[in-house]
């Protein structure tokens, strides 16, 4: 059966997706309430506070959501992060109590405006995102509301993944840890009070099903995304011919995590060390590097938002070698500036094959290195691959409001 869902309420901890969905919602006038865990409009006193202080906090707002029902918890989550400051707490134990921390202070709200929402013209839909939604879909099909989960990953099936691929490599010593065994307990109970689960690509809806989770509860939704308007009139160009003094420039862009692929692409850089082609890495550092390790590789670090415009523009193509993603905007953002892209599968589906870029057959050092050697050799390709970059307005928010629209709902 096919249903209209008319009110939403969206539960949302932390600034996923730039608040995508309840924006969406709240442009087709659907958003009865987004609930999130800091909101700090323009005129909070925290804007007043010297820059560098609680900058990650400012980001909480959008625009478009000023006029929207939004409620936020913003000086008791600076509380609670004090708080695992000085108990110390880290990893999996402060992820895990900051979700719990949300689910508390959101369902004590919803008690608050049960009477309010009472007044809705029919039974609202209940938006939340895996890992944080346990306590908050208990409390909805208490109520007999519908039960949407926003899921933010391939689930247990890429711990999986990630877990082979640090026993390969050893040596790229990290902090990352598998979660314990009740997180999955909670998602597993999360999907089974879900009327229907959110994923935003094929890979994640089979990774889903590698877990157990029947297919028929399963929507495929892409992210929504806006491209900056300065990319509009970009043009990319390619030299005739690449050489040392106008090397082929391959951008990484995200966390520098084996997950992202990262042992794969330092392989490939080695054999492509006699190469005119600079490997750019940006983002933040979740590995230890062996050393030395040769010029070619630039470790950049972390950069802002707004300066990683400026590697999209003078890069010549994007690496994404994941080995799973829920999708991988960094996609996107490549295709609006125009840009080609070597990528896996295991991610949400942008590049056509040989049409917009490259689709690796596996993530391996050979695999990579064979396709930029085809990039290196082939500069009047790459530029044909820029023309027909994806047109990314089908990834539009109102598109996502069409499709969130037109999900069906099973009968409960």
């Given at each position: 059966m096919i249903e209209k869902f008319s009110s939403w309420i969206c539960c949302q901890l932390g600034a996923r997706e730039h608040y995508a969905i309840p924006r969406s919602l709240h442009k087709a006038g659907q958003l009865a309430h987004l609930i999130t865990d800091a909101w700090v409009p323009p005129h909070s006193l925290v804007n007043r506070l010297p820059k560098p202080l609680l900058a990650n906090l400012r980001e909480r707002f959008h625009a478009d959501l000023a006029p929207a029902s939004v409620h936020a918890f913003s000086s008791s989550l600076i509380g609670f992060e004090i708080a695992q400051r000085i108990q110390k707490n880290s990893g999996w134990e402060q992820i895990i109590a900051r979700n719990d921390w949300f689910q508390e202070n959101a369902t004590q709200l919803l008690y608050k405006l049960d009477l309010q929402l009472s007044t809705l013209n029919s039974r609202p839909t209940f938006?939340?995102?895996?890992?944080?939604?346990?306590?908050?879909?208990?409390?909805?099909?208490?109520?007999?509301?519908r039960t949407i989960l926003g899921q933010i990953d391939p689930g247990p099936f890429e711990e999986k993944l990630v877990m082979e691929e640090h026993a390969r490599h050893p040596t790229y010593q990290s902090n990352w840890q598998p979660a314990p065994s009740h997180y999955w307990t909670r998602w597993q109970q999360e999907c089974s009070l879900a009327d229907r689960i959110l994923v935003n690509s094929l890979w994640s809806s089979q990774a889903l099903q590698k877990a157990g989770i029947p297919k028929h509860k399963i929507d495929?939704?892409?992210?929504?995304?806006?491209?900056p308007e300065q990319a509009d009139d970009f043009v990319r160009t390619y030299p005739p011919v690449f050489s040392d003094g106008r090397p082929l420039r391959v951008l990484f862009l995200g966390q520098v995590i084996l997950r992202k692929g990262l042992a794969a692409l330092l392989e490939a850089a080695e054999l492509l060390s006699h190469q005119p082609i600079e490997f750019w890495l940006v983002g933040s550092s979740g590995i230890s590097i062996p050393q030395p390790f040769h010029a070619k590789v630039q470790w950049?670090?972390?950069?802002?938002?707004?300066?990683?415009?400026?590697?999209?523009?003078?890069?010549?193509?994007?690496?994404?070698?994941?080995?799973?993603?829920?999708?991988g905007l960094t996609q996107l953002e490549a295709q609006a500036w125009k840009m080609p892209?070597?990528?896996?599968?295991?991610?949400?589906?942008?590049?056509?094959?040989?049409?917009?870029?490259?689709?690796?057959?596996?993530?391996?050092?050979?695999a990579i290195a064979q396709a930029l050697d085809f990039c290196l050799n082939n500069p009047w390709q790459l530029e044909a691959f820029a023309k027909k970059s994806t047109d990314t307005s089908c990834f539009s928010l109102s598109r996502l409001q069409q499709s969130l629209q037109a999900l069906p709902y099973a009968v409960v």
């Open positions: 938006f939340a995102y895996s890992y944080a939604a346990l306590k908050l879909f208990r409390y909805a099909k208490a109520k007999g509301w495929i939704i892409p992210l929504a995304y806006q491209p950049i670090g972390s950069v802002s938002r707004s300066a990683t415009a400026m590697y999209y523009q003078q890069a010549d193509v994007l690496l994404f070698p994941t080995l799973s993603d829920g999708f892209i070597i990528t896996s599968r295991f991610c949400g589906e942008v590049i056509k094959n040989q049409v917009n870029g490259l689709i690796l057959p596996e993530v391996s050092g050979q």
